[in-house]
């Protein structure tokens, strides 16, 4: 658009990009800064070109970390969106149940990060906590601290509890938004539950579909907390996905180098797969 | 098709409703014939779509029954009553292609591709679709969209009636033309039985055989354009339906007679009326404009292009006549009421008038 | 005085506005007639200053302001769909321009007194829109934009979502109470009956162009070319293509339409000829009209008027006769064509008129 008339415009937007400076652009040009040199402490630097980017990518530990984190965010999406939808198309669409809804979706994601880890660290013990202590107590041997299939198990259902909610409040708002005349014509037309859920309600919520999606799988990519604060990593590497990887390498060794080009190379497949993400699925959006 | 009863029907929007205007559809109670083209035609609140939703079955009634054809269908579902309907807002299955919008309701019936096929080809003959059939419905026009939502009703041969809540609402006016001559060449053509929602006297006018005037949750009449247009049955229906409404006029009776200030009007007979207050209601086209009759101060000319609508006082009233697309207005203008078109209200009902 | 020189208005690479010259007097009332996305709305927003035009300027009283904000040119909308403040009383719906503006509590008191009279709104001052029925919350939107003494206020089918007879009371209306205002008032309307309502001048789009300006009923008697005369026809103008020989206009089936004596003088060739439904007729008018047969498709019955829908060769007409009448499709009538009704069309759309034979 031809706006320009009005320079002053930017001033308004100046405080936001100065904020934007200080917490992205400048820590990310340290950190590109760090990832070319090498540092035994006492700030002495030297020079290492591309070294840590090619040590990082013939390094094993790198890729079981990265393929954790593909399979974990994996495992996320297809058990958040559905159970999303799911529970969006089964909330109320009017009366006093809205609000009651919308309230207990919306809790979850008030709890702060590293509640949310003490929290399921407490419940999930088994000698002490609520879950761990009835899962032992009904025959099933759970244990998150030594069976790694029981840690993976812990941290997926920890980021379910806490996340779905986000996909069901944004479905939630692709479903309302449509007319009751769709409903009343598909009843007419005789459709099934399946039929509606396909032809009108998937079709309406396909744009915050991509949202979720998108969002969701952003943040499980970039999973830390609930892994740090629960299993720490462990049993062993398994929940050792490439973030914890990453603090144990940058604050554990004080590897400087290493970390930062490890975080560069973090960012950039974020990047390259969001924008993946995001290029199938608005062209998806424009050929139909 | 279905003859469809409406038995003592009564409905209202509150839990416990106490009072006559808690109702928002007070009792109606009226046949729609089979085959018939019925428009419910009434301002904003009036209970039309009300009734409309209840005969859908998107609404059960407070009170009252639904027959069709005898049965009583007053606690089946929408599916169960086989009905199509059109709504304001043109409802179709946008991810689809044309084809297959209209075979929708046919596939989840179970029909068999062969005949879903036959019919699906013979409907997008009938609404003049069929060289759109491969296309996304998406990216349709208005008026297509609504033919598309006419079409997936069409199809089904087993419908009891076409239902069309205010269709022409988002149209242009020249495609508005096009729609309704097609709608009714249909009607002509299948003999649905069909009823149309509308607010709008030209659609309603033009499209029904018979029109159910309704006010404040009533019926008020039913008749043909003509009657309505003619005999108005009461003055709301005088003043709903032309463009402009019915003049309406208090006046004293005296035999023949009616007085209207100083001024005493030839009636075409003696009103049978009873106390109350009485008014003469006289439509725009029967008021001639010209040299003789009561004096007039004209306000206004409005020219609408095929006549003009005189506005005038007379006697302090505003009256409006309407006069030829040439005719101009005399230099002393006088109005005569022609006896043809008068009636007599009272108590805002029309009384008949005897020899 | 608004104008508009040369106004074109591309987004992408669609042309929602095409070359646009309009001049706007001061206290008159300028239709823009015209379907569904011919360009209305656009339009409206160049002139408000919600849109800079791609090229082309826009003058205020003799000033340039193409590219000022809509802010600096105190200018008044009302939209189709009902846009008041929800939780103020109508008083302060109405005031609210006035208390933007700083003007002082007894000015205010009597300017929302005033524009509430003049809409009749003033036994539901205190009351909240949302109370209020729909023509009574236009009235509000439309009282705030009177008393806002904007210097253009720029009306977007107000009356649309209005019910018919609520719209046909508000219509009647509006023509005193925008000359009480007198500031540049544009209308926009996709019906042809209610630019003849309003009167003023119109303006007719189509696709963007505006293809007539001038006072109302001469746009629709006159209209310079086909579009023009489309646009400006509810029901649908009936055309027919013809050629012409010599003195007459050959249809269908032998029959010769008399050349109007004005335009005796225009060369043999094809012609679309264009004509009112009312301009067509059961009965001889006068001497020199023209009868026709043609096969009737369907009658629409209104209780004074019919619309009869009529297929002549491969045209599609409607007659609009008084009275009832109840033909039964497929009948064969005879109908007449009045020579002094009709206008004529060369092969690019233009009419063909006797003014403009001369020059």
């Not at chain 3, 303006?203 to 505006?210: D, K, N, P, W, Y």
Request: aromatic letters at 10%; proline letters at 5%.
């Amino acid at each position: 658009m031809d706006k320009t008339w009005n320079n002053k415009a930017w001033f308004l937007v100046l405080p936001v990009l100065v904020l934007v400076a200080f917490s992205a652009v400048i820590p990310l040009m340290t950190v590109v800064n760090y990832s070319v040199q090498d540092t035994f402490g006492n700030n002495v630097f030297f020079w290492a070109g591309t070294e840590w980017f090619e040590e990082l990518l013939h390094s094993n530990r790198f890729w079981e970390a990265m393929v954790r984190n593909l399979i974990f965010s994996f495992i996320i999406l297809a058990i958040e969106v559905p159970l999303g939808i799911f529970i969006a198309l089964n909330m109320p669409k009017k009366g006093w149940g809205v609000p009651v809804c919308l309230v207990l979706m919306a809790l979850p994601l008030l709890v702060p990060w590293n509640v949310v880890g003490t929290i399921w660290q407490v419940f999930g013990r088994n000698d002490i906590g609520l879950l761990g202590y009835y899962i032992n107590a009904l025959g099933i041997d759970y244990n998150y601290v030594q069976d790694p299939f029981d840690a993976w198990v812990t941290v997926i259902v920890m980021d379910v509890w806490h996340w779905t909610s986000l996909v069901v409040l944004l479905c939630y708002a692709g479903l309302v938004s449509i007319p009751d005349a769709f409903y009343q014509a598909a009843k007419i037309d005789g459709a099934s539950r399946w039929a509606v859920f396909r032809y009108i309600q998937l079709p309406k919520m396909q744009r915050v579909l991509l949202i979720a999606v998108l969002l969701r799988f952003m943040d499980s990519f970039m999973i830390y907390t609930e892994p740090f604060v629960v299993t720490g990593g462990g049993p062993g590497n398994s929940t050792t996905f490439l973030s914890i990887d990453l603090v144990k390498t940058a604050l554990g060794q004080f590897d400087l180098g290493p970390a930062a080009a490890m975080s560069l190379v973090y960012f950039l497949i974020i990047l390259l797969l969001s924008w993946v993400f995001y290029t199938v699925m608005t062209n998806y959006d424009a050929e139909r | 098709m279905a003859r469809i009863d409406v038995n003592h029907i009564r409905h209202s929007y509150l839990p416990n409703p106490r009072k006559d205007s808690d109702f928002a559809l007070k009792e109606v109670h009226h046949t729609f014939e089979d085959g018939g083209a019925y428009a419910l035609l009434g301002p904003s609140g009036c209970g039309k779509t009300t009734l409309l939703n209840i005969i859908s079955g998107l609404l059960h009634p407070s009170h009252g029954q639904l027959l069709f054809n005898g049965r009583d269908i007053t606690n089946l579902s929408t599916q169960e009553r086989n009905i199509a309907q059109v709504f304001q807002f043109p409802v179709i299955y946008d991810t689809m292609t044309v084809y297959d919008n209209l075979a929708f309701p046919l596939r989840n019936r179970r029909v068999p591709e062969a005949d879903v096929d036959r019919k699906v080809r013979e409907t997008l003959d009938m609404i003049d679709l069929a060289g759109l059939a491969k296309k996304k419905a998406r990216g349709l026009t208005a008026d297509q969209k609504q033919k598309i939502s006419l079409g997936r009703g069409l199809v089904r041969s087993d419908v009891n009636a076409i239902l069309f809540d205010e269709p022409l609402t988002v149209i242009d006016p020249h495609m508005k033309w096009v729609l309704r001559s097609q709608l009714k060449q249909l009607h002509r053509r299948f003999a649905y039985t069909m009823v149309y929602v509308t607010h709008d006297q030209t659609e309603a006018l033009t499209f029904a055989d018979r029109v159910v005037v309704m006010y404040d949750g009533e019926i008020v009449q039913i008749g043909t354009p003509a009657e309505l247009f003619e005999r108005p049955r009461h003055t709301f229906v005088g003043y709903f339906i032309g463009s402009p409404g019915m003049n309406v006029l208090p006046v004293a009776l005296e035999g023949r007679t009616a007085k209207f200030g100083a001024l005493r009007i030839e009636l075409p007979g003696v009103p049978k009326a009873e106390a109350g207050a009485v008014e003469l209601g006289i439509r725009p086209e029967y008021v001639r404009l010209g040299r003789e009759g009561m004096a007039v101060q004209v306000s206004k000319v409005e020219d609408v292009g095929r006549h003009k609508v005189v506005r005038a006082n007379l006697e302090g009233r505003e009256i409006a006549a309407v006069i030829g697309e040439d005719d101009e207005v005399p230099a002393e203008p006088k109005v005569r009421f022609d006896p043809a078109g008068i009636n007599i209200y009272a108590d805002s009902w029309r009384v008949e008038m005897g020899a | 005085m608004l104008e508009l020189r040369n106004v074109t208005k591309t987004i992408g690479a669609q042309e929602h506005i095409r070359d646009v010259s309009l001049t706007l007097q001061h206290g008159s009332l300028n239709v823009l007639l015209g379907p569904t996305l011919s360009g209305k709305t656009s339009l409206m927003r160049l002139m408000a200053g919600l849109d800079a035009p791609t090229s082309g300027s826009v003058w205020f009283d003799g000033k340039d302001v193409t590219g000022q904000p809509v802010q600096k040119r105190n200018v008044a909308m009302v939209y189709q769909q009902f846009i008041n403040y929800p939780a103020m009383t109508v008083y302060e719906n109405i005031a609210s321009p006035l208390r933007v503006a700083g003007v002082d509590q007894a000015r205010i008191d009597k300017e929302v007194r005033n524009a509430a009279a003049l809409l009749k709104l003033t036994p539901y001052l205190d009351r909240t829109p949302l109370n209020l029925s729909g023509g009574q919350q236009q009235r509000t939107a439309l009282a705030r934009a009177i008393v806002k003494n904007a210097s253009l206020v720029l009306l977007d089918e107000p009356l649309a979502n209005l019910d018919y007879k609520l719209r046909e009371e508000l219509r009647a209306e509006l023509p005193k109470i925008f000359a009480a205002a007198g500031t540049i008032f544009v209308y926009a309307t996709t019906e042809p009956h209610e630019a003849l309502l309003l009167g003023g001048n119109t303006a007719t789009l189509s696709e963007g162009r505006v293809t007539q300006f001038g006072p109302t009923v001469d746009v629709f008697r006159k209209p310079v070319d086909l579009v023009t005369a489309r646009t400006f026809a509810d029901p649908p103008l009936n055309t027919i293509v013809l050629s012409k020989k010599g003195s007459d206009f050959l249809l269908e089936g032998g029959v010769k339409l008399p050349v109007p004596q004005e335009l005796s003088g225009i060369a043999d060739a094809s012609y679309t000829i264009g004509f009112q439904p009312h301009h067509l007729s059961l009965e001889r008018p006068n001497a020199s009209a023209v009868p026709v047969r043609a096969k009737v498709t369907i009658t629409e019955i209104t209780g004074s008027e019919s619309f009869v829908h009529l297929d002549f060769a491969d045209a599609r007409w409607v007659m609009l006769a008084h009275g009832i009448l109840d033909f039964e499709t497929d009948d064969v009538v005879e109908v007449f064509i009045d020579p002094r009704h009709i206008m004529v069309f060369d092969q690019n759309g233009r009419a063909v008129t006797a003014s403009k034979l001369a020059a």
